[in-house]
């Protein structure tokens, strides 16, 4: 079965094209914004909403027909007729109940099947509730039971078009198998007044379509411009935390992720390196150059650093100036020193024209590496790296220096 999917007419849904993007990245623990729901996430709530809205109603089916039956005397009168649909009925209202239940587990494991029973199982109860009401009206169509039933029968739809409007598969064939067996049943009766009521049925099921159709559009409305601010809101957030020349992370993103990060690693002690990195001489070229150009420079390196990092964990982010800091998470220093390497040769690899003539960029790299643990502390990493940072700029620059502190022996934690 197909999901049940928003209402397309007059309501676009919103592509968060940016969003999918932000999320092919392991950046999320940092957002603190709500994500906006996909269309299949907000088809499933439009589902589990369904089955809020209408989970009291399971049990009316089955009480009222009791009531029914007992105070018009056709318990006596009909006493299988009776009691096998209390029945029926009350095994239809368990099974709903029970789907009701786990039907947010069964949308994850078996989304297909589970949408359709729910929407099988629903038809159903309503095509069971029109079909009795039917067979009263058929055997005994002048007396009570027959217009209480049909009574019954005509507020159950009005009610189901709240229930059911906002659930585009089940919103008007809900009605419509409830109204079909009255319709069948009246139609066999030839009398002037069941003809009226037939008329009068058509009428209100077409009116139902219709104002139902109101109840599909707001819910819809409301839902979609609840995504539509969770997705300004995230945007807004990833401004905010975006580097606006070079369109990487900012030192605010940077401090949250690598808050974040350290603290991973020291419940799951796996380590963690980082990188300073330093474009060399670079007051020199926006003295000689202009500093239009210099911001070309450091789009460029930016560039170059994404382009070098190995994973989509590897965390890029501008520090200050024209200095960068690269977070590489469960990475030992090995394997930060393959991508260091990486980031020289595609910096080593930049060419940019001004004026006819060819500046080369390179840049000094500091690297540290550590396994966090609860005692320690978070900067040292990042003073460890400044600090090799400083090394390879006044060992010649063009290249990076490593510091490696994962073997280092924690404190052993207190027995008290």
């Known amino acids: 079965m197909e999901s049940i999917p928003p209402p397309s007419s007059g309501m676009p849904m919103i592509p968060p094209a940016k969003l999918q993007q932000e999320e092919a990245t392991d950046l999320r623990p940092t957002l603190h914004s709500q994500r906006p729901a996909s269309d299949d996430e907000l088809a499933v709530r439009c589902l589990l909403d369904t089955a809020e809205r209408t989970a009291l109603g399971i049990w009316i089916y089955p009480a009222m027909w009791m009531i029914v039956a007992v105070f018009s005397g056709a318990a006596q009168r009909w006493p299988l007729l009776t009691w096998g649909n209390v029945g029926g009925l009350l095994l239809m209202a368990v099974v709903r109940s029970y789907l009701n239940q786990n039907l947010p587990r069964l949308l994850h494991t078996h989304r297909a099947a589970a949408e359709q029973s729910f929407k099988l199982l629903t038809l159903a109860i309503a095509a069971y509730w029109g079909t009795l009401t039917g067979i009263c009206i058929y055997l005994a169509p002048t007396e009570g039971i027959a217009w209480i039933m049909l009574t019954l029968t005509v507020a159950f739809c009005a009610g189901g078009n709240t229930l059911f409007g906002i659930n585009a598969a089940l919103r008007f064939p809900y009605p419509l198998a409830m109204i079909i067996p009255v319709v069948i049943a009246q139609a066999l009766q030839h009398t002037p007044d069941q003809k009226i009521m037939m008329g009068m049925e058509v009428m209100l099921t077409l009116y139902l379509r219709r104002s139902s159709g109101i109840v599909q559009k707001d819910y819809w409305d409301a839902r979609l411009a609840q995504r539509l601010s969770a997705q300004q809101a995230r945007e807004l957030e990833l401004?905010?935390?975006?580097?606006?020349?070079?369109?990487?992370?900012?030192?605010?993103?940077?401090?949250?992720?690598?808050?974040?990060?350290?603290?991973?690693?020291?419940?799951?002690?796996?380590?963690?390196?980082?990188?300073?990195?330093?474009?060399?001489?670079?007051?020199?070229?926006?003295?000689?150059?202009?500093?239009?150009?210099?911001?070309?420079?450091?789009?460029?390196?930016?560039?170059?650093?994404?382009?070098?990092?190995?994973?989509?964990?590897?965390?890029?982010?501008?520090?200050?100036?024209?200095?960068?800091?690269?977070?590489?998470?469960?990475?030992?220093?090995?394997?930060?020193?393959?991508?260091?390497?990486?980031?020289?040769?595609?910096?080593?690899?930049?060419?940019?024209?001004?004026?006819?003539?060819?500046?080369?960029?390179?840049?000094?790299?500091?690297?540290?590496?550590?396994?966090?643990?609860?005692?320690?502390?978070?900067?040292?990493?990042?003073?460890?790296?400044?600090?090799?940072?400083?090394?390879?700029?006044?060992?010649?620059?063009?290249?990076?220096?490593?510091?490696?502190?994962?073997?280092?022996?924690?404190?052993a934690r207190s027995r008290t």
């Open 239 to 411: 401004a905010s935390l975006t580097d606006g020349l070079t369109q990487v992370p900012n030192r605010m993103y940077f401090d949250r992720q690598y808050a974040y990060e350290w603290a991973r690693q020291c419940r799951h002690g796996g380590p963690v390196s980082l990188m300073m990195v330093d474009i060399d001489h670079f007051k020199r070229v926006n003295d000689s150059y202009g500093h239009p150009f210099g911001d070309a420079c450091l789009q460029e390196v930016a560039k170059a650093l994404r382009a070098g990092c190995g994973r989509s964990t590897d965390f890029v982010s501008r520090y200050g100036g024209e200095e960068f800091v690269v977070l590489l998470a469960e990475t030992d220093s090995a394997g930060a020193r393959v991508v260091a390497d990486r980031m020289l040769e595609q910096m080593r690899a930049i060419r940019l024209e001004h004026q006819g003539q060819t500046v080369q960029l390179t840049c000094s790299i500091g690297l540290s590496t550590t396994i966090p643990y609860p005692t320690k502390d978070a900067a040292s990493l990042i003073h460890e790296a400044d600090q090799a940072l400083y090394r390879a700029k006044h060992g010649g620059r063009n290249q990076a220096v490593i510091t490696d502190s994962s073997n280092e022996v924690p404190p």
